[in-house]
């Protein structure tokens, strides 16, 4: 979807309960487990369309991240780490997505301030 042109990220928050971060945590996932994510691929239909957002980066460079997938008003439902977008703008400009994402790239979006 663009607005006048300019392509934007999602930015759908999603609140993750105390119970499902605990689950991670327990599924071995190291530092702090955040409170809510946005997400950060290119504003899509919702209702339809998984919502996406990291939930955890890796240690190592090239495993990837830990990626949370939900639908709309819902508990996110989906944890699996994905490798990264193989996609580069140029020199040290990596696409920040996870390899499967759809529409835009990262450095193709701008951040959405979204309030509330
Ligand atoms: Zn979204
Ligand atoms: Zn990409």
């Keep these: 979807m663009t607005l006048g042109g300019l392509r934007t ?3 759908e928050l999603a609140n993750l309960s105390e119970p499902f971060r605990e689950l991670v945590t327990q ?3 190291r530092g702090e487990v955040p409170h809510a ?3 950060v691929v290119e504003r899509h239909r919702v209702g339809d369309e998984l919502h ?3 939930l955890a980066e890796l240690p190592l460079a090239d495993a990837g991240d830990i990626w949370v997938s939900w639908l709309d008003s819902r508990e996110p439902h989906e ?3 994905r490798v990264y977008c193989p ?3 140029g020199p040290g400009i990596p696409c920040e ?3 499967l994402h759809p529409d835009g790239h990262s450095w193709e ?3 959405r301030h979204v309030t509330g």
């Design 9 to 11: 990220q999602c930015g």
């Design 27 to 29: 599924a071995g996932i």
């Design 37 to 39: 994510v946005r997400c």
């Design 52 to 54: 996406h957002a990291v």
């Design 79 to 81: 944890v699996e780490r």
């Design 87 to 89: 996609v580069t703008a």
């Design 97 to 99: 997505l996870h390899a």
């Design 109 to 111: 979006l701008a951040e």
